[in-house]
Each structure stands twice: as structure tokens, then as C-alpha cells.
């Protein structure tokens, strides 16, 4: 449940519990609803489904992480990232408070880990949040996913009320167009990507250079994490090769990564609000 992580935009994933509800159509096809609930009887999925902590020794590994941090910041050259969490949902409504206090207190102990806390649930952080939050943790990430424009227009309204060194969006899987608004405040990042594994619904490979290209155009941060199937790969889609040619040429991620010949994985900078709470923080 927690472990060095194979998704791009990160180093670890830490699973404080296990357990979740679908919420939209983008969670159709739930990797974790599969692994947890159909493969390994884990938990039950669902409204009436149960929401399993894990283990102590799983909760002392972004410690260990945390000690490690130094090190790993020399030789990849960034803080290392926390992916929190890819079996659960931090602010689920069903979630024991008493657990969420617990993760906000490892995450203020582990200050040398950047923790990206992903949701599906934006409408719910405010009242989650801890009593100390106020500008935001200066190494917590908040993200909400989007996978088509009207989930993006109901979550990003509400996460960007909420204060956060680094706000993103998670437009995966991507199962419509999405375009970022022309003015107001944007999210400083924005990770996209199509369905994988059986029955993957397909992405238009438009829709990914569009969203791209407003991020260029608006000085949001890119990353594209994968096509998710050939089947959605533009170098089938649209130049007509075989999966296996443009498996060939383009073996990032699932499904082949690469956008007209090139790798889009940015990250946000490092802002000044970010800088001012770790120092406040550390004096």
C-alpha cells in the first residue's frame, strides 16, 4: 500500500486506507474498485462498502521515505512525491475523521516529502481540512480529477477556492475534450491521459494537443502520462500503423506516451507562496 511508484508523475504511493464510491463516469472502470474488491476480496466497493485502514508498518514508510528525502533529491533532483491516495479517496464522506487527523499529522512530520492528495471530491476538502491549514501546507498539492469539461467546470471551481502551494488537475482518464477558461484562476498543473486495461474507452488524440496547448498559451504545466491503449495512440489513430508498429516507436506508458514525436511531462515551478510557508514552517 505503500511503495516506490511506476506512475510518472511521482515517486511513492501511500494508501492510508483502502475503500471507495464511484462518483462519475470516470470511475467505471476503476482499476483500484478491481484489484481490491473483485480480485483480492479486500473491501466491498460502494455506499455500503467498508473503508479498510492499512497496516502500521504501511503508515511508517513515507517516515522512512521522509529520512530518505536528502538522498533521493541529489540523485533525482527534485523533493520526492507522495501520490496520496490510488485505492481510496482522502476526503470520501465515509471516511473516519479520526484516520484523516492521523494523515495530516504524518504529512506535517513527513515536511521533506511533497504530498500530491488527489480527489475526486473537491466540494468536501474545506471541511475536511485541518485547523491548521490556512495558506495551505507548504508540502501538500491538492488535485481534483476532470475527465470531460463538465466535471472540470463543477471541480475546478471548487478546489481553486481552496488555498494550496500547487493546485492540478488530473484529466484522466480523459473521456471528452476538456479546454481551460480563457481568464480567472487556473490550476498550475495539469496531467492527461487515457483509459487503460480491458474494455478502455477511447481517447481522441485532439483533445490532448488542445488542452496542451492552452496550458502552453495560459502558463499552465503540462504532463501527458500516456494514450492508455494504441488504440487511442495518434500514430494509429491517425497514420494508420498497427499497434505493434507504434509500439515500436513509442513505447511510453500504457498505450505509447509521446505527443508529436515528444515526451509533455512539466511540472509546476516551485512558487513564492511555497518558499514562504516552508520557511515560516522550519522557524
Same mark, same amino acid.
Given at each position: 500500500m505503500g511503495e516506490n511508484s511506476k506512475i510518472e508523475w511521482c515517486d511513492h504511493t501511500f494508501n492510508p486506507w483502502i475503500?471507495?464510491? +464511484?462518483v462519475s463516469t470516470g470511475c467505471d472502470h476503476c482499476y483500484?474498485?478491481?484489484?481490491?474488491?473483485? !480480485?483480492? +476480496?479486500?473491501?466491498q466497493w460502494g455506499a455500503h462498502g467498508e473503508r479498510k485502514r492499512t497496516s502500521e508498518q504501511n503508515w511508517k514508510k513515507p517516515?522512512? *521515505?521522509n529520512a530518505q528525502a536528502s538522498t533521493s533529491r541529489k540523485e533525482n533532483g527534485h523533493r520526492p512525491r507522495v501520490f496520496c491516495a490510488s485505492l481510496a479517496d482522502v476526503f470520501d464522506n465515509q471516511v473516519d475523521s479520526s484516520w484523516r487527523r492521523d494523515l495530516f499529522a504524518l504529512i !506535517?512530520?513527513?515536511?521533506?516529502?511533497? *504530498?500530491?492528495?488527489l480527489t475526486k471530491r473537491p466540494e468536501n476538502i474545506e471541511k475536511r481540512l485541518p485547523p491548521d491549514w490556512r495558506d495551505g501546507y507548504s508540502n501538500v498539492w491538492l488535485g481534483t480529477t476532470a475527465e470531460d469539461q463538465v466535471r472540470f467546470d463543477f471541480r475546478w471551481k471548487r478546489l481553486k477556492r481552496v488555498p494550496a502551494v500547487v493546485r492540478f488537475i488530473s484529466y484522466e482518464p480523459a473521456l471528452g475534450p476538456l479546454r481551460?477558461?480563457?481568464?480567472?484562476?487556473?490550476?498550475?498543473w495539469l496531467i492527461s491521459g487515457g483509459e487503460s486495461g480491458a474494455g478502455a474507452r477511447s481517447l481522441r488524440p485532439h483533445w490532448v494537443r488542445d488542452v496542451i496547448a492552452d496550458c502552453r498559451r495560459l502558463g499552465v504545466a503540462p504532463f501527458h502520462k500516456q494514450w492508455g491503449s494504441y488504440d487511442s495512440n495518434p500514430l494509429v489513430v491517425e497514420q494508420g500503423m498497427t499497434a505493434r508498429e507504434a509500439r515500436a516507436i513509442d513505447a511510453e506508458g500504457k498505450g505509447g506516451g509521446l505527443v508529436d514525436g515528444k515526451l509533455v511531462r512539466e511540472f509546476p515551478r516551485q512558487n513564492r507562496r511555497s518558499?514562504?510557508? !516552508?520557511?515560516r514552517s522550519a522557524g
Open positions: 475503500g471507495c464510491q +464511484k483500484a474498485e478491481a484489484m481490491m474488491d473483485h !480480485r483480492y +476480496k479486500k473491501v517516515v522512512q *521515505w !506535517r512530520e513527513c515536511a521533506a516529502l511533497d *504530498w500530491l492528495v481551460l477558461p480563457q481568464n480567472g484562476l487556473l490550476p498550475d518558499l514562504e510557508l !516552508r520557511l
